[in-house]
C-alpha cells in the first residue's frame, strides 16, 4: 500500500496568514493526488483534484502544487471558515490512502 | 445538483452485520463509481472500497476483505455497504461518495455506527 505522510498533524495561524501544508507519498503517484477540507460534525468535500485542479466553487487563495511523491497545499490568506482539517489522498492505486490529516486551528 | 442520502444511524452487537445504503440523485448513478470511506471517533479517514453501478465491479482495501459487501441497486440508484463480523474497532461513521476517476467529489452525510455490547 502507498502510504501518505502529511505535515504538520496540527497547525496554528492567523486570519490573513499564509500556511503552506505538505503530503508525501512513499513512491511515486505523479499527479494523482487530491485534497479534501473536513469541517467538524461534516463530511469531507473535495478541493483540489489531480494535484493542483481547483474544484468548481472553492477560492482562489486555496492552491496546489506537485508531482511523483512530494506535494502542497497552500492557502494564500486565511479566512475564519478555512479553519478545518485537511487531508491529501492517492488515487494511483488502490487501496486509495489517505494522510493522516492536518488540523488547521485559529492561533 | 448531486446529492447522496444514507442511512441512520445504527448500534449493532460484536459478531453482527451491518448493512448502510447511500441513495443517489441528481446524476445518471450508473456513469460514476461509489467509494466507501470510514472514520472511526477522533481519527482520520479510511477508504475502504468502490463499487461501480454499472457493471457491479468492486475493489476494496486488504483489511476488509471477507468482511465487505458492496452492492447496487440501480432500480432505485441506490448503492449497499454491508460489513459482517463487527467488532468495536469497526465503531466509526461510514460515508458513500461519488468517485470520479479516484476524486470523490460528492459525499454522503455519513452514517455512525457503533459497535457495542
Known amino acids: 500500500d502507498i502510504q501518505m505522510t502529511q505535515s504538520p498533524s496540527s497547525l496554528s495561524a492567523s486570519v490573513g496568514d499564509r500556511v503552506t501544508i505538505t503530503c508525501r507519498a512513499s513512491?511515486?503517484?505523479?499527479?494523482?493526488l487530491n485534497w479534501y477540507q473536513q469541517k467538524p460534525g461534516k463530511a469531507p468535500s473535495l478541493l483540489i483534484a489531480t494535484s493542483s485542479s481547483l474544484q468548481r466553487g472553492v477560492p482562489s487563495r486555496f492552491r496546489g502544487s506537485g508531482s511523483g511523491t512530494d506535494f502542497t497545499l497552500s492557502i494564500s490568506s486565511l479566512q475564519p471558515e478555512d479553519f478545518a482539517t485537511y487531508y491529501c489522498?492517492?488515487?494511483?492505486?488502490?487501496?486509495?490512502?489517505f494522510g493522516q490529516g492536518t488540523r488547521l486551528q485559529i492561533k | 445538483q448531486v446529492q447522496l442520502v444514507q442511512s441512520g444511524a445504527d448500534v449493532r452487537r460484536p459478531g453482527a452485520s451491518v448493512k448502510v445504503s447511500c441513495k443517489a440523485s441528481g446524476y445518471s448513478f450508473t456513469k460514476y463509481t461509489l467509494s466507501w470511506v470510514r472514520q472511526a471517533p477522533g481519527q482520520g479517514l479510511e477508504w475502504m472500497g468502490w463499487i461501480n453501478p454499472y457493471n457491479d465491479n468492486t475493489e476494496s482495501a486488504q483489511k476488509f476483505q471477507g468482511r465487505l459487501t458492496m452492492t447496487t441497486d440501480t432500480s432505485t440508484d441506490t448503492a449497499y455497504m454491508e460489513l459482517t463480523n463487527l467488532t468495536s474497532d469497526d465503531t466509526a461513521v461510514y460515508y458513500c461518495a461519488r468517485d470520479v476517476s479516484g476524486s470523490l467529489d460528492s459525499w454522503g452525510p455519513g452514517t455512525l455506527f457503533t459497535v457495542s455490547s
Open positions: 489522498q492517492q488515487n494511483s492505486s488502490t487501496p486509495r490512502t
Open positions: 513512491e511515486t503517484i505523479s499527479n494523482n
